[in-house]
C-alpha cells in the first residue's frame, strides 16, 4: 500500500511563493515518475510539472515561475512555486506511477490559493 501526503498548501498574495511537498510511503518500487497536477473550480485537472530521474518538465502556464525537485532518499517531491498569480488557485496533487511496474497513485490534494 503507497501513500502520498501534500502538505505546504495555503493563502498567498499575487507575486508571493509557496514550496509544496508530497512525501511517499509504502512498497515503492523504482522506476517511477513524481509529477504535480492542479484542479481549478469548474475546470479539468491540469500538469503542472513532472520529474523523474533528471529530466524535469513542466506546463506552459508554469514555465520559469515554478520548479520541481525531488530527494529520493525520503520519497519526496518539492514544487517551489515563485511569482503567484490568482489564476494558480486551485487544489494541487502530487502523483507518484510506473509504467515498469504498473502502478498510478494520487494524494489527496492541498489547497493553494492566491489572493490579496
Known amino acids: 500500500q503507497v501513500q502520498l501526503v501534500e502538505s505546504g498548501g495555503g493563502l498567498v498574495q499575487p507575486g508571493g511563493s509557496l514550496r509544496l511537498s508530497c512525501a511517499a510511503s509504502?512498497?515503492?518500487?523504482?522506476?517511477?515518475?513524481m509529477a504535480w497536477y492542479r484542479q481549478a473550480p469548474g475546470k479539468e485537472r491540469e500538469f503542472v510539472a513532472i520529474?523523474?530521474?533528471?529530466?524535469?518538465n513542466y506546463g506552459d502556464s508554469v514555465k520559469g515561475r515554478f520548479t520541481i525537485s525531488r530527494d529520493n532518499a525520503k520519497n519526496t517531491v518539492y514544487l517551489q512555486m515563485n511569482s503567484l498569480k490568482p489564476e494558480d488557485t486551485a487544489v494541487y496533487y502530487c502523483?507518484?506511477?510506473?509504467?515498469?511496474?504498473?502502478?498510478?497513485?494520487w494524494g489527496q490534494g492541498t489547497q493553494v490559493t492566491v489572493s490579496s
Open positions: 509504502g512498497s515503492i518500487f523504482n522506476p517511477n515518475t
Open positions: 502523483n507518484l506511477a510506473s509504467s515498469t511496474w504498473n502502478y498510478n497513485y
Open positions: 520529474i523523474s530521474g533528471g529530466f524535469t
